[in-house]
């Protein structure tokens, strides 16, 4: 890796449905902002190191895997912006991807251990009702209590696409800081997204000045679920098999699934659409309970932020009365 830009690459690690899209799409690829990704939007060759080769290989082509990024630093260096690699499925994949986020860690220090780590970390019922919807667009039918690890059927050996455990985030923030030192993470919450603090601090820690540059308007709203999603979309997903599941191409009755649900969106009542939703969010609720209080505490101490401002639930909030978080 070029020396001279060693330094000034950002690593943005997730996580995902915390603002990734707008970070990628209208900062990380526009010239403009100071920011160029080489690589692509979503850095298919680190994913490929990070998530796919297999650990011995990994370790045995380290050095021919960190030149196979020479080109995108130089390219960077040559047009004076700051590189970026981002892929906000690197370290966490709650929609139904399994993730060693401790080996995902090793390998970002062992290919770029001058790098800097961007994390945008999100209230955790929000994130998790947002991966869930997220889940069902992928095409699975899974239910909310199976998504989560709540079942009844579930057996030992055989876990969840998205476990309470994924979202105590001063475990991951902790474990980064030892890899990359305090001073080379930067973790904000989704929630400053849309304030004028989130760029400021982006670019001060990229040493980088906010002026005379042309920044796009934040947003940190997600893409909203259809109404159908919210109704009739879970039940679809028995037809057909999607993408995600075979490794290949939607089938055709999967398309002729989907279609369907994209018809009945202007038909479905908003009422019922905004019931299911509540009764989803009342689910989350039950099952999280005070799971994540300590872990805010400790992340907000970590990180200097009152997160309980922004939402998120701390020992001083009430529990939630019925939590059945215990059967984590």
């Not at 830009?5 to 900062?27: D, E, N």
């Not at 001060?204 to 999603?229: C, H, I």
């Amino acid at each position: 890796m070029p020396t001279e830009t060693a330094h000034t690459l950002l690593l943005h690690v997730g996580f995902p449905k915390a603002g990734s899209t707008w970070l990628q799409r209208s900062l990380f690829t526009k010239p403009q902002t100071g920011f160029c990704s080489p690589w692509g939007e979503q850095a298919p060759q680190l994913i490929e190191h990070v998530r796919v080769t297999d650990t011995f290989i990994f370790d045995e082509k380290l050095e021919d895997l960190r030149k196979s990024y020479e080109v995108g630093f130089s390219e960077a260096h040559r047009n004076g912006l700051t590189p970026v690699l981002s892929f906000e499925h690197l370290l966490v994949d709650p929609m139904g991807g399994s993730v060693d986020r401790r080996e995902g860690v090793r390998r970002l220090r062992d290919l770029f251990p001058d790098a800097k780590i961007l994390l945008v970390i999100r209230e955790q019922k929000s994130i998790i009702l947002s991966a869930y919807l997220e889940h069902l667009r992928r095409g699975f039918p899974t239910k909310l209590d199976r998504f989560m690890g709540f079942d009844d059927l579930r057996q030992p050996g055989f876990g969840c696409s998205c476990p309470l455990d994924l979202f105590l985030y001063d475990r991951l923030i902790t474990y980064l800081h030892e890899n990359f030192g305090r001073e080379n993470t930067l973790i904000l919450p989704l929630e400053m997204m849309g304030k004028t603090q989130f760029l400021e601090a982006l670019y001060d820690f990229m040493g980088m000045s906010v002026e005379g540059r042309t920044l796009p308007a934040m947003a940190n709203k997600e893409r909203q679920a259809r109404k159908s999603d919210l109704v009739f979309l879970r039940r679809l997903n028995y037809i057909g098999m999607s993408r995600y599941a075979s490794k290949g191409k939607d089938s055709l009755l999967r398309k002729a699934a989907y279609g369907l649900n994209l018809a009945l969106n202007p038909l479905t009542p908003e009422k019922l659409a905004n019931s299911n939703r509540q009764k989803l969010k009342d689910q989350i609720q039950g099952y999280v309970g005070s799971y994540f209080e300590d872990s805010n505490q400790r992340t907000a101490e970590i990180l200097g932020i009152d997160l309980a401002a922004y939402g998120y639930s701390t020992p001083k909030d009430e529990p939630a009365p019925g939590s059945l978080a215990g059967k984590v």
